[in-house]
Each structure stands twice: as structure tokens, then as C-alpha cells.
């Protein structure tokens, strides 16, 4: 079993950064890629970033390409998600998800999941 605890989000205005932490436990964790995805208000679940454990290949949905940056420290088994320029289109709820399968996008790729950070973008 992996449990994901997840750290970060607020209320920021538009242009502004946040950093997002997910800390995973359980598990043998270099065998676990990690992902981000966001949920935001009356809207599905949809993929954000993914990132492996093995080595530094990503992935991101086109709309966050030059803003967002997935990174990992292995040795903190830490995942973050960078965030800068944000807009009020980000906001959402944001979760962490593990997968053994590598880099994916799909939702039912994942077997764990966090608890949900709460990311706010003012106008």
C-alpha cells in the first residue's frame, strides 16, 4: 500500500506561483511514477503532469506546458508540482497519484491517490 500526503495550494491572484508537495510512503517507491491531476468546479478529473522515478521523463497536458514543472527527490520520496503564472482557469483541486505503469495521463492509470490541495486563482 502507498500513502500520499500531499502539501501546498491557497488562494493566489492571477500571475502569482505556488508550489505544491505530495510526500509518498509505503511501498518500494522507486518503482512508482507519480502524477498530478486537477478537478476543478462542476468538471471531470483531468490529467496535469506525471513524472517517473526511474529516470527525469515527464509529461504535461498542453495547457500548462511552460508554466507548470513536475520534479521528484527520490530520497525525500517527494513529488512537487511548480506553478507559476497562474491563471483562474487553474483553479481546481489538485491530486497526487502514484501508477507502477510509467508516465501516464489516464486516470485508471493510478493506484494511489492524495487527499486533494485546494489551489485558488483571483481575477
Known amino acids: 500500500q502507498v500513502q500520499l500526503v500531499e502539501s501546498g495550494g491557497g488562494l493566489v491572484q492571477a500571475g502569482g506561483s505556488l508550489r505544491l508537495s505530495c510526500a509518498a510512503s509505503g511501498g518500494t517507491f522507486s518503482t512508482y511514477s507519480m502524477g498530478w491531476f486537477r478537478q476543478a468546479p462542476g468538471k471531470s478529473r483531468e490529467f496535469v503532469a506525471a513524472i517517473s522515478w526511474s529516470d527525469s521523463s515527464t509529461r504535461y497536458t498542453d495547457s500548462v506546458k511552460g508554466r507548470f514543472t513536475i520534479a521528484r527527490d527520490n530520497a525525500k520520496r517527494t513529488v512537487y508540482l511548480q506553478m507559476n503564472s497562474l491563471k483562474p482557469d487553474d483553479t481546481a483541486v489538485y491530486y497526487c497519484?502514484?501508477?507502477?505503469?510509467?508516465?501516464?495521463?489516464?486516470?485508471?492509470?493510478?493506484?494511489?491517490w492524495g487527499q486533494g490541495t485546494q489551489v485558488t486563482v483571483s481575477s
Open positions: 497519484a502514484a501508477t507502477q505503469l510509467g508516465l501516464r495521463a489516464r486516470i485508471n492509470s493510478y493506484d494511489y
